[in-house]
């Protein structure tokens, strides 16, 4: 079985890698045009048989039609009521029925009320529909979106590198994003929060095309398509808030079937009789396969054939039976995202009210926490003071690198609680009073961990890590000091919530377009230029190219060959491959050889 599947896909390959196969390509395109120019006639002659014999219908029915309507009219009529008598007497018989066998006993007769409240029939629950959306009512855009899923399948199989951002990669970016920018454009987005964070996804392409750390490379992707796909679903939201465009709403329950349908239902005229189409598509199931035979044919039969077509069309497709597959899976799933997204419309409420805390537990909750804080605090008062602080039986190394991880976290699980708490925070003072405390006495500790990196940096160098968690310290305490702001001008949890998101991926942005290996290494440089020894060498090996620019200045070789060949792109010549920043740098990388 297994041999007879891998002489069927070598045949294939074998047929697919000629040259003419081109030729094939641009003979059925001929073909296909021929039919279509036939077909149009043959359309118009059946529309106009259609047209006329609906004028004589039309005609007919102008007469008969009253007549006929009049008819109807009373029948439905007459079967509504009687339906509707049948209903009630039966809806009265089964609640009293149902009342004897509660109460044991029957007097005879409901009171009327009684009747006519238990002779009341339920009306049924409104299940909303998850229907085809208005935007896509517009008959060119589904073609639009059509074209762009097409494009985005062809590159996804045929053009992009498996693992690096490259070239094509960013052309696909660009055009998933085009049908939001057209929508924002055209002012037909309900969300008007979307364009508040499209700037991040445009800042994400520039710096995915332009550094190569591993943030960037291996973990900005991830970010970039997780917040795409959350601002195409949210797209239709009539939201309240900034912070629901990367909360969605979803419809569980739809029929995946059915927004196909609608979405192609209509794409073409529905003037054209379906017969006509099943006798066309049966046609053309049975031409195309003698037409590939005859041409296979003729092509072996002269070869000088082949030669008119070899000149202006030539391909060169390395055939895979995965894209049997991928093909479909690439093309359908990028069609599923925009009309499920340009579908997906909701309205979403604000958060409702909430019941304050007991404040007696909250009280002691927070309360605790600040005593243990403080004390900490105080205990760190003589390092935040002094410029030599030497601690007793440990190390000043030692004594730096212990404490800014834990710290880090204290602060990100406070940061947690305070949202938790803020959610129904009711300007109660005494809570107020405790919650600043608790946020004075983070900031403080947040101000011990980033004095004790700069510490721990000055004495063993600095590492892409040892900034990351800088930087995010700094995060932490801009919002727990928005916080206590927050907190005293009893301003909405919504907006605290909203200005969290946007301070959180504002700061993302600005440390994914920092160079950051370059930073690291410039660093470690001025450090050791006078201790050479002390320098890490095997640590600068680890960085990207983007570090080369600084190895250059201080005419540094040895790292030169490492990255050259660690890196995975083959050639910059070749666009699926080319990127800008890592090409940029191999012509500095070349001229320095020179």
Request: net charge neutral; glycine share 4%.
């Amino acid at each position: 079985m297994f041999d007879l599947i891998d002489e069927i896909e070598e045949a294939i390959k074998k047929f697919l890698n000629q040259k003419g196969f081109g030729w094939l390509f641009l003979f059925i395109a001929i073909g296909f045009s021929v039919g279509k120019w036939f077909l149009s006639i043959f359309i118009a002659r059946e529309n106009k048989k259609f047209e006329q014999k609906s004028n004589d219908e039309k005609s007919r029915d102008e007469v008969v039609k009253p007549i006929t309507q009049d008819v109807k009219k009373d029948n439905v009529k007459k079967d509504l009521e009687k339906r509707v008598e049948e209903r009630i007497e039966k809806k009265l018989e089964d609640s009293i029925e149902k009342e004897k066998s509660l109460l044991g006993v029957w007097d005879g007769e409901l009171p009327s009320e009684e009747v006519s409240e238990r002779t009341k029939v339920k009306e049924p629950k409104k299940i909303k529909v998850f229907s085809l959306g208005s935007i896509l009512e517009n008959k060119n855009f589904r073609w639009f979106l059509l074209i762009i899923s097409f494009l985005l399948m062809y590159i996804e199989n045929f053009l992009k590198m498996d693992i690096l951002v490259g070239g094509w990669h960013i052309v696909s970016y660009i055009l998933v994003l085009v049908p939001l920018l057209y929508l924002i454009g055209a002012g037909k987005l309900e969300n008007t929060y979307t364009r508040l964070f499209l700037p991040f996804l445009l800042i994400f392409i520039v710096d995915m095309f332009y550094y190569n750390n591993y943030l960037v490379e291996q973990v900005l992707p991830i970010i970039f398509w997780s917040l795409l796909v959350l601002l195409h679903i949210t797209s239709t939201h009539k939201v309240h808030a900034s912070y629901q465009t990367i909360l969605p709403t979803l419809h569980p329950s739809f029929d995946e079937g059915s927004l196909f349908k609608g979405f192609f239902g209509t794409l073409w005229s529905s003037k054209i009789d379906k017969k006509i189409l099943k006798r066309v598509a049966f046609a053309l199931l049975i031409t195309v396969p003698f037409l590939t035979i005859f041409l296979m044919l003729l092509l072996s039969a002269d070869s000088e054939f082949g030669k008119v077509f070899e000149k202006i069309l030539e391909f060169d497709i390395d055939f895979d039976m995965k894209y049997l597959l991928t093909i479909p899976l690439f093309f359908f799933l990028y069609l599923f995202l925009f009309i499920y997204s340009f579908s997906n419309q909701d309205e979403r409420l604000s958060l409702k009210e909430s019941t304050p805390f007991d404040l007696l537990i909250v009280g002691i909750f927070v309360g605790m926490i600040n005593l243990l804080f403080f004390l900490f605090i105080a205990l760190q008062i003589p390092f935040l003071l002094s410029e030599n602080y030497t601690p007793e039986g440990i190390s000043i190394a030692e004594f730096a690198r212990e404490g800014f991880f834990q710290l880090m976290s204290v602060m990100g699980i406070v940061l947690v609680i305070f949202i938790f708490i803020m959610r129904r925070f009711k300007g109660e003072k005494l809570l107020t009073f405790l919650l600043s405390g608790l946020l004075f006495s983070t900031i403080m500790m947040g101000v011990v961990s980033v004095k004790k990196m700069h510490l721990y940096q000055t004495l063993k160098g600095a590492t892409v890590l040892r900034y990351y968690v800088e930087w995010f310290d700094y995060l932490l305490l801009i919002v727990l000091a928005f916080g206590i702001f927050f907190l005293f001008k009893k301003i909405k949890f919504e907006k605290l919530l909203s200005l969290i998101v946007f301070l959180s991926f504002s700061a993302f942005s600005v440390i994914v377009s920092l160079n950051i290996d370059g930073m690291v290494t410039a660093h470690n440089l001025k450090k050791f230029e006078n201790q050479p020894e002390l320098l890490d060498i095997s640590a600068l090996e680890k960085l990207s190219i983007d570090a080369l620019p600084v190895t250059l200045e201080q005419n540094i070789v040895y790292t030169k060959k490492h990255w050259f060949i660690k890196d995975e792109r083959k050639s910059c010549k070749d666009f699926s491959h080319y990127h800008v920043g890592y090409c940029s740098k191999l012509e500095l990388l070349e001229k320095s050889e020179k």
